[in-house]
Nanobody, 124 residues
């Protein structure tokens, strides 16, 4: 059973930056495409970015393109989401997820395993 654990959330001022981490255990990171999502109460989970199973490709939603960067460290079995120029309406719980698809993209239903989430609050 694959286990994903997010960390790195917290309180940040508008315009600030955060780096989220997703540590994967119970399987090889190279066997999964990894995505990042966020969710606020009453809204659907929003796909933000993903990195391909082979690590060679990435995808970003238009809302974060140019500000967020997804990367991975195979040796540490960890995927990162670097977030810059954060806005107050981006306050949410951020999740990572693993899919057996090569480049899974933003659809939550193609992901098989989910982390518990980490809270990001953007506020002055």
């Amino acid at each position: 059973q694959l286990l994903l654990v997010e960390s790195g959330g917290g309180l940040v001022q508008p315009g600030g930056s955060l780096r989220l981490s997703c540590v994967v255990s119970g399987g090889r990171l190279s066997a999964y495409g990894i995505g990042w999502f966020r969710q606020t109460p009453g809204k659907d989970r929003e796909g933000l970015a993903c990195v391909a199973r082979d690590g060679g490709r990435t995808w970003y939603s238009d809302s974060v393109k140019g500000r967020f960067t997804v990367s991975r460290d195979i040796e540490k079995n960890t995927v990162y989401l670097e977030m810059e120029n954060l806005k107050p309406d981006e306050s949410a719980i951020y999740y990572c997820a693993a899919s057996k698809w090569a480049l899974p993209g933003p659809a939550a239903n193609v992901y098989d395993y989910w982390g518990q989430g980490t809270q990001v609050t953007v506020s002055s």
